[in-house]
């Protein structure tokens, strides 16, 4: 559950990072998005070298929120 928990809060975060700041609410996640995800689950202990996902999966935002969304006006994560 802990595990869980602290993916649940990492998707929430990374959608955040300016690498994102222009792209559409539904976009997946980008490589360097993926390496980052890894890097900080590693170094809160969670995972290690040999941990696999078998999925990632996003927390998508509400719909009323991706149908208002345009480039000027980026959801609030």
């Not at 700041?21 to 980008?30: E, I, K, R």
Request: net charge negative.
């Amino acid at each position: 559950m802990k595990l869980k928990n602290a993916l649940y809060g990492l998707f929430l975060l990374v959608p955040a990072t300016a690498s994102q700041a222009d792209t559409y609410p539904l976009d997946g996640l980008s490589g360097e998005e993926y390496l980052k995800t890894t890097e900080i689950l590693r170094q809160e202990g969670l995972t290690d070298e040999k941990t696999q996902y078998p999925l990632i999966e996003l927390v998508e935002p509400v719909k009323a929120d991706v149908l208002a969304w345009s480039e000027e006006k980026p959801l609030d994560s």
